[in-house]
């Protein structure tokens, strides 16, 4: 009996040193997102150790639906640009993109592969509404007196805070926001406070955030609140309350800063639909738009490559002006990898976004985490995202450790936690009467 514990002993440990190592890489990450580059060193430890697992398990990886559903993504943003190398403009930067690209989805493997067995997702929940109240409460204090906690200084224009002089704030808190409203939903059970944390991001990201960003916080913001209703049926008072204090917030940081009410005035033309009002409302990006475009059709099959569009647009007299990246991101996956790399990456998006929907429909996982991971998904990868390009290196660490996270929701549930788990993080509503997220 003793030589069997102490063998179990020596077994347990290990485990327990990487279930703490996972996490402690993880949080690592997401706490660099403020310091640039620095996001890439945890990242790529995860990576290493993801390819190991992936090696030593892949028929058990390859079972899990979600861990499948990632690599085949990754894979249909990935392959297309191995087969645009033939003719890509730029041929060093498309190989160095390349050479790499698959490491952001390697990295969230060992996340994934330890939350069958451990409920690791849920402490990573909670550092991630953590981290972007204290985002949020630095951005604020910048805009207030003039400078965050480090000093760094308000522009005058869009709040930063510790990822001055970076304006990715809005930005990183908008591809959190579902994350942060998922968190906050389940430890509401313990404060009710929790269910006010969201609207205190939700308002940084409008003084922080560019076009992009708020419009991507508007449609979470709504598709969540919208499917909270109706998946608890709470009391119309609840709902009023909470509908008041959003609605106050937003009124208030709208009246403190014109800058931010400027912003959002832009946004709210998109509704129109005229060429005018999208043009303004994506801080006058049509040109590149066309000239992207122009340059696409030109090369439709495999593209001139990651990180040729640039060259090419300005070699053939398609634009007059340089610019950094395509702002769109199925354009930016059309230019750079052509027809086959855009068909690609849409039939890998909408088969995930499907295979979700059916899982929620079948009752294999909860239906509020299902939400808030299908509005990850869709906030980091989808098509219209216009802030940056799909294949920026950071841009990348900003999409993939969010949706890790997501995934990590799904796999843990389909896995079958234990009793204590679903006590801890309520996913279903009460047979009968009106419900509240605390139930």
């Not at 279930?19 to 949080?27: C, E, K, P, S």
């Not at 390859?62 to 003719?87: C, F, I, K, S």
């Not at 985002?135 to 007196?145: E, K, N, R």
């Not at 475009?293 to 007059?320: K, L, M, S």
């Amino acid at each position: 009996m003793t030589h069997n514990a102490s063998i179990h002993s020596s077994i347990r440990i290990p485990r327990d040193w990487g279930v703490w190592a996972v996490i402690g890489l993880t949080g690592l990450a997401l706490f660099a997102l403020p310091f640039s580059n620095s996001v890439f060193a945890p990242g790529a430890l995860l990576a290493l150790v993801g390819i190991g697992i992936l090696i030593r398990h892949f028929r058990a990886i390859w079972a899990e639906p979600w861990m499948r559903w990632m690599l085949v993504l990754m894979a249909a943003l990935w392959l297309p640009q191995v087969l645009a190398l033939t003719g890509a403009i730029n041929f060093e930067r498309a190989l160095r993109t390349a050479s790499t690209y698959p490491l952001y989805a390697l990295s969230m493997v060992p996340l994934l592969w330890l939350v069958r067995q451990r409920d690791i997702v849920t402490p990573l929940l909670y550092l991630t509404l953590a981290l972007a109240v204290i985002w949020s409460l630095d951005g604020l204090l910048q805009f207030v007196t003039g400078s965050n906690i480090l000093g760094y200084p308000y522009n005058g224009r869009r709040v930063a805070g510790l990822f001055y002089p970076d304006l990715s704030l809005g930005i990183v808190l908008a591809h959190l926001l579902p994350l942060v409203l998922e968190a906050s939903r389940r430890l509401c059970h313990r404060t009710r406070l929790a269910t006010l944390l969201p609207i205190l991001v939700i308002s940084v990201i409008i003084l922080a955030g560019s076009r992009a960003a708020i419009l991507m916080m508007l449609i979470t913001t709504a598709a969540y609140g919208v499917f909270f209703v109706w998946f608890y049926r709470p009391r119309v008072t609840t709902v009023a309350a909470l509908g008041a204090a959003l609605l106050g917030a937003l009124m208030l940081t709208l009246w403190m800063s014109p800058e931010a009410r400027d912003r959002v005035t832009v946004v709210s033309q998109i509704a129109e639909l005229n060429v005018e009002s999208v043009d303004a409302a994506t801080s006058r990006r049509g040109q590149i738009w066309v000239a992207v475009w122009q340059v696409a059709t030109d090369n439709p099959v495999f593209g001139v490559g990651v990180r040729g569009v640039e060259q090419a647009a300005n070699d053939r007299g398609y634009i007059d002006r340089n610019f950094v990246h395509t702002h769109l991101y199925g354009l930016d996956v059309l230019v750079s990898t052509g027809v086959v790399g855009l068909t690609a990456y849409l039939v890998a998006l909408g088969g995930f976004l499907i295979a979700i929907i059916r899982a929620t429909r079948n009752g294999i996982i909860s239906s509020p985490a299902a939400m808030a991971a299908a509005l990850t998904l869709f906030g980091a990868m989808n098509p219209i995202n216009a802030h940056w390009t799909i294949y920026s290196s950071y841009a990348m660490s900003v999409a993939w450790l969010p949706i890790g996270l997501a995934l990590a929701l799904l796999v843990r549930q389909r896995s079958g936690p234990k009793r204590s788990d679903h006590q801890s993080t309520p996913d279903t509503p009460p047979a009968s009467g009106p419900a509240s997220p605390a139930v």
